[in-house]
């Protein structure tokens, strides 16, 4: 069965790069999914999906944050990483990464990571 | 992009069955057969509990069902369970990326 871990600060000052990492164990991320994505969830708020990319490195963003977000994937390693610039305040969330089966069926969620975007 | 339309709440009691809709376009809900609906608990990562409208995954009862007409897809509870209090997302495919609704809670009286 698929794990998925993020990684990275808790912490992001206002204006710089927010960065996160999701590990994934169980399988190779060349072959266990179809995409892997990025959701996150401000504090009390619903869920807002924020792009995905496959093992070929193709991606899909959200339209309204494809402007300051960045996904990659290194297969060596079997991770796929996250960068979100320019943050502000309304950036604070918690972040997951998941495995997309494909049309947004996300069926492996990591336990989510929260970042507060604050100086 | 707009996130689809759900309601903020719906309540029912125990063995009752509830269903909660989730209102799109025809560039997200209505275009496509990819529509997923997640159960989240307090402090807990979203579950996957359909997928593809009506698909659902091992594990998950089948007191949980989905279905889709026009822009508007459903999810019902049949059978509702104390366990099944909890926020509830829709999720759908959409031109180049994925879009969600912004939710239901759902309360057991």
């Known amino acids: 069965q698929l794990q998925l871990q993020e990684s990275g600060p808790g912490l992001v000052k206002p204006s710089e790069t927010l960065s996160l990492t999701c590990t994934v164990s169980?399988?190779?991320?060349?072959?266990?999914?179809?995409?892997w994505g990025w959701i996150r969830q401000p504090p009390g708020k619903g869920l807002e999906w924020i792009g995905s990319?496959?093992?070929?490195?193709?991606?899909y963003y959200s339209p309204s944050l494809n402007s300051r977000v960045t996904i990659s994937v290194d297969t060596s390693t079997n991770h796929f990483s996250l960068r979100l610039s320019s943050v502000t305040a309304a950036d604070t969330a918690v972040y997951y990464c998941?495995?997309?089966?494909?049309?947004?069926?996300?069926?492996?969620w990591g336990q989510g990571t929260l970042v507060t975007v604050s100086s | 992009q707009s996130a689809l339309t759900q309601p903020r709440s719906v309540s029912g009691s125990p063995g009752q069955s509830v269903t909660i809709s989730c209102t799109g376009t025809?560039?997200?809900?209505?275009?496509?057969?990819?529509v997923s609906w997640y159960q989240q608990l307090p402090g807990k990562a979203p579950k996957l509990i359909i997928y593809?409208?009506?698909k659902r995954p091992s594990g998950v009862p089948d007191r949980f069902a989905g279905s889709k007409s026009g822009n508007t897809a459903s999810l019902t509870i049949s059978g509702l369970q104390a366990e099944d209090e909890a926020d509830f997302y829709c999720?759908?495919?959409?031109?180049?990326?994925?879009?969600f609704g912004g939710g239901t809670k759902v309360t057991v009286l």
């Open positions: 998941a495995s997309d089966g494909g049309g947004g069926a996300s069926h492996y």
């Open positions: 169980g399988g190779s991320i060349r072959s266990s999914s179809s995409f």
């Open positions: 990319i496959n093992y070929s490195g193709n991606t």
């Open positions: 025809s560039s997200d809900v209505g275009g496509y057969n990819y």
């Open positions: 593809d409208v009506n």
């Open positions: 999720c759908s495919q959409a031109v180049d990326h994925v879009v």
